[in-house]
């Protein structure tokens, strides 16, 4: 099993930045692509960024490229969602996810079969 605990999310101006963590145990991190997803209130979940094991290949949505980075450190099982420039549309609930049976990141909430509890980032106008 996978256990993964984002944090970081909270309340910012427009135009200011957040940085979300995901903390993984119980499965071979380095070894598995990771994505952040968002979903807004009566809205989809939607992706966000998707990073593969290795850190090598990053994918973004087009909303979010040039604003949003996404990190990982393996030696701390941890990844990281850097967010600047941050906008109102970008209010949500952020989710990680890992897939276990890939090392290169999709765009589909299909592919990942272990997700954290989300935290809530909300930007004022």
């Known amino acids: 099993q996978v256990q993964l605990v984002e944090s970081g999310g909270g309340l910012v101006q427009a135009g200011g930045s957040l940085r979300l963590s995901c903390a993984a145990s119980g499965r071979t991190f380095s070894s598995h692509a990771m994505g952040w997803f968002r979903q807004a209130p009566g809205k989809e979940r939607e992706f966000v960024a998707g990073?593969?094991?290795?850190?090598?290949?990053?994918l973004y949505a087009d909303s979010v490229k040039g604003r949003f980075t996404a990190s990982r450190d393996n030696a701390k099982n941890t990844v990281f969602l850097q967010m600047n420039s941050l906008k109102p549309e970008d209010t949500a609930v952020y989710y990680c996810?890992?897939?276990?049976?890939?090392?290169?990141?999709?765009?589909?909430?299909?592919?990942?079969?272990?997700w954290g509890q989300g935290t809530q980032v909300t930007v004022s106008s």
């Open positions: 990073i593969s094991n290795s850190g090598g290949i990053t």
């Open positions: 996810a890992l897939d276990s049976d890939s090392a290169i990141a999709t765009i589909s909430t299909q592919s990942y079969n272990y």
